[in-house]
């Protein structure tokens, strides 16, 4: 059996997505969910797939014994499903290309600190972008630099608002994010 931990800091739209889409494969199963926000709507959404989304500080993160709780789960990937903080090094040294996330953005334009959600919407918008995507890439050290492993456009038409560029995000992330994912955990 394969092992996915999801870390989520919001609704947690994508990691619903992705239980829903393991829970049939016999093979690969979240085993945990770990969020930074005591009022992230992943907490609540996990708990109907009986998963208990653990909360944890910035501070806690950053200590050695968060890299024991993840070991303790022995995962054989970690998914970043719009989780906002910078990912630690330690537990990407432990886990070299077993961490994973989704930007909702074709990489490397609109990344980095700051560059999440609808700030990159309408950033994509304002600047009159002919396309927008999605990546997912590999973690690393730096905010949205890790390898790339699948990218996926659209046309962003002159009438699209960013709220129009965010649905069409949604709809990327749900279709490919949890087969991508699939495809790391054969590779």
Do not use: C
Request: charged fraction near 20%; hydrophobic fraction near 40%; aromatic fraction near 12%.
């Amino acid at each position: 059996m394969r092992k996915i931990v999801i870390f989520a800091s919001g609704s947690g739209s994508n990691a619903e997505n992705i239980i829903k889409y393991f829970n049939s494969n016999g093979n690969v199963k979240v085993v945990g969910v770990f969020t930074n926000n005591p009022n992230a709507g992943v907490i609540e959404r996990v708990k109907k797939y009986n998963i208990k989304a653990q909360v944890f500080s910035k501070i806690e993160l950053f200590e050695g014994e968060f890299l024991q709780k993840i070991n303790f789960l022995q995962p054989d990937l970690i998914v970043l499903a719009g989780f906002l903080l910078k990912f630690p090094e330690n537990i990407i040294a432990e886990y070299p290309n077993k961490v994973i996330n989704i930007h909702p953005a074709l990489l490397p334009k609109y990344g980095g600190k700051g560059m999440y959600g609808m700030h990159v919407h309408r950033a994509v918008v304002e600047n009159k972008e002919k396309e927008s995507g999605i990546t997912i890439h590999y973690v690393n050290e730096n905010y949205d630099e890790g390898g790339v492993i699948f990218q996926k456009n659209f046309e962003v038409v002159a009438a699209d608002s960013a709220e129009d560029v965010a649905a069409k995000i949604h709809e990327l992330e749900y279709k490919y994010f949890p087969e991508v994912i699939a495809q790391v955990l054969e590779s």
